[in-house]
């Protein structure tokens, strides 16, 4: 099979390259240049813009299929879905689950999904409509090749090795430093992920059986919990810490927000609640795979360890902020 896939240097798109060359299949890499350039260099590799330079493109090459997991911007989507749509034969387009109204308490396929509000840009990324652009962007790929001939993926919070936002990240490291750790007291919440490599090899498989439609890709297979989670983290990193639960009173009088400062967690009865609560049935019916969370822990440590060096970490408390917390909850 041969893929022209859109970026493949950063995060996904770059699992998505090591599963479809692991494979046996044929890749062309389209992308800026501005990184992963030493990546496979075994692959086809054209340099260009995406919204302007697509005659870059190898003159009368074909493609089974096209990978798009690099935009949040409807135009964009639209421009490549025109270029290749006599070129390719399929299109898959990595959406996210932020398409979906997020403040529902639970989500599936059918839920809805958000508007673009009047007078709102289509051609800037803001956090207020990051959603609702996802959801045009589906629509352009789909009015592209139809919908016999495109697959979208919407993932939750997708962690693992070469995250680039540290939001899941930033745990296995804080238990490998030790010692006492602020965590939320909502220790019960519910919460999702998937792991990079479980959902690039789910794109392959799409890929390779001509899949068609909309899937959410969360995980993990079976419900989680926050305290799930950090106990995972804490066994895996072997260092000895405890952990230090603040009310969610505490929290909030601090500035302290879940998902960005507390990475994972959702703020509960703040308007997100639906993110963590999204059905992954559909996926698992089509054969989807999730390695344990030990494991996934464990590579995104090691990975951190021996890359990010002393890089602050984009998500996830200081350790000023933390001992602000500790003290605190110390009286």
């Given at each position: 099979?041969?893929?022209?896939v ?5 995060f996904?798109?770059?699992h998505v ?7 046996g299949?044929?890749v ?12 496979f260099p075994?692959a086809e590799?054209v340099?260009g813009d ?6 870059r493109l190898?003159a009368?090459?074909r493609?089974d ?14 421009t ?8 390719a034969g399929?299109?898959v ?19 809805r ?21 996802k ?10 090749f139809?919908a016999?001939r495109t ?6 919070l997708?962690?693992g090795?070469?995250d680039?936002?540290?939001r ?13 750790v602020?965590?939320p007291?909502d220790?019960?919440a ?10 690039a ?9 001509e899949r ?5 890709t ?13 106990e995972?983290?804490?066994?895996v ?5 405890r952990?230090v639960?603040?009310?969610?009173a505490t ?6 927000e ?22 992954r ?9 999730h ?7 464990a ?7 021996n ?10 408390l200081?350790p ?7 003290a605190?909850?110390?009286h």
């Amino acid at each position: 099979m041969r893929v022209l896939v859109l970026g493949g240097t950063v995060f996904l798109g770059r699992h998505v390259v090591e599963t479809l060359l692991a494979r046996g299949h044929e890749v062309t890499l389209f992308h800026r240049g501005k990184r992963g350039l030493e990546l496979f260099p075994n692959a086809e590799r054209v340099l260009g813009d995406r919204a302007t330079d697509l005659d870059r493109l190898p003159a009368g090459a074909r493609w089974d299929a096209v990978v798009d997991t690099s935009t949040s911007l409807p135009g964009y989507v639209r421009t490549s879905a025109d270029a290749l749509l006599g070129r390719a034969g399929r299109y898959v387009f990595v959406s996210s689950v932020s398409a979906y109204d997020i403040s529902l308490p639970s989500l599936d396929e059918s839920s809805r999904l958000l508007e673009l509000p009047d007078g709102a840009s289509r051609d800037i990324v803001e956090p207020e409509t990051y959603g609702a652009l996802k959801v045009l962007c589906e629509r352009e790929a789909v009015a592209a090749f139809g919908a016999e001939r495109t697959f979208i993926v919407r993932p939750g919070l997708i962690v693992g090795p070469h995250d680039p936002t540290d939001r899941f990240t930033y745990w296995p490291l804080r238990f490998a430093r030790g010692g006492d750790v602020v965590v939320p007291d909502d220790l019960d919440a519910p919460v999702q992920w998937i792991d990079v490599r479980d959902l690039a090899e789910f794109v392959v498989d799409a890929l390779e059986r001509e899949r068609s439609g909309t899937v959410n890709t969360v995980g993990p297979a079976e419900p989680a919990t926050l305290r799930i989670l950090l106990e995972a983290c804490a066994a895996v990193a072997g260092t000895p810490s405890r952990l230090v639960p603040v009310d969610l009173a505490t929290l909030k009088k601090r500035g302290i927000e879940g998902w960005t400062d507390l990475p994972v967690w959702v703020t509960p009865n703040d308007g997100a609640d639906g993110v963590a609560r999204v059905d992954r049935s559909r996926a698992l019916a089509l054969g989807m795979r999730h390695r344990s969370l030990e494991t996934t822990v464990a590579d995104t440590l090691r990975w951190a360890q021996n890359a990010r060096g002393d890089a602050p970490l984009k998500a996830g408390l200081t350790p000023q902020r933390e001992a602000e917390l500790l003290a605190l909850a110390a009286h």
